[in-house]
Antibody, heavy 118, light 110 residues
Framework: QVQLVESGGGLVKPGGSLRLSCAAS????????MNWIRQAPGEGLEWVSY????????YYADSVKGRFTISRDNAKSSLFLQMNSLRAEDTAVYYCARYPFTGAFDYWGQGTLVTVSS | QSVLTQPPSASGTPGQRVIISCSGS????????VNWYQQLPGTAPKLLIY???QRPSGVPDRFSGSKSGTSASLAISGLQSEDEADYYCATWDDSLNGVVFGGGTKVTVL
């Protein structure tokens, strides 16, 4: 069965960095586009970034552009999010999600909490 | 402020029909298909409706989606207590080159 498992969250000071990982299993990872989506405490969902199956096409939300970098390792069925220059407003649960041709996030991970605080 | 506009709350008694609206623009809803997600308390979101009106396998047919112009709707027929959740609409935005979400609608079963 399809599984997405995020890791790498934690407490970091403003201006710091963190690298999130998403381990995929149960499907051919290299066939699918992938995304990161986040949810601040008590708030709604916010799309963060998208990467095509080959990694050749990448998009970012304006709120993270220039600070976050999405990448993938198809050989290891893994998705990453490098987060630099973190701010308090980046505090959220970060989800990775699969993105098939339908354009919908059909499978989500359980999320990993990132807290940016001094 | 979210690019897509949803009412913050909706409610109904068991068995009733509840409709949640999602309003957008020509660069998002009118140009691309709409998806709906259900988020039960303390859990990750789950895909409920994709491509405007399609249900993934396992989603009860009580849930239905529709779209017209720059607006979309999610209908829940025969409301049940387990339908208490937050519901989000989402679609691609051609101007922003990214996915946009509605602010979410909290459904309460009275």
């Amino acid at each position: 069965q399809v599984q997405l498992v995020e890791s790498g969250g934690g407490l970091v000071k403003p201006g710091g960095s963190l690298r999130l990982s998403c381990a995929a299993s149960g499907f051919t990872f290299s066939d699918y586009y992938m995304n990161w989506i986040r949810q601040a405490p008590g708030e709604g969902l916010e799309w963060v970034s998208y990467i095509s199956s080959s990694g050749s096409t990448i998009y970012y939300a304006d709120s993270v552009k220039g600070r976050f970098t999405i990448s993938r390792d198809n050989a290891k069925s893994s998705l990453f999010l490098q987060m630099n220059s973190l701010r308090a407003e980046d505090t959220a649960v970060y989800y990775c999600a699969r993105y098939p041709f339908t354009g919908a996030f059909d499978y989500w991970g359980q999320g990993t909490l990132v807290t940016v605080s001094s | 402020q979210s690019v897509l506009t949803q009412p913050p709350s909706a409610s109904g008694t068991p068995g009733q029909r509840v409709i949640i609206s999602c309003s957008g623009s020509s660069s998002n809803i009118e140009s691309n298909t709409v998806n709906w997600y259900q988020q039960l308390p303390g859990t990750a979101p789950k895909l409920l409706i994709y491509s405007d009106d399609q249900r993934p396998s396992g989603v009860p047919d009580r849930f239905s989606g529709s779209k017209s112009g720059t607006s979309a709707s999610l209908a829940i027929s025969g409301l049940q207590s387990e339908d208490e959740a937050d519901y989000y609409c989402a679609t691609w935005d051609d101007s922003l080159n990214g996915v946009v979400f509605g602010g979410g609608t909290k459904v309460t079963v009275l």
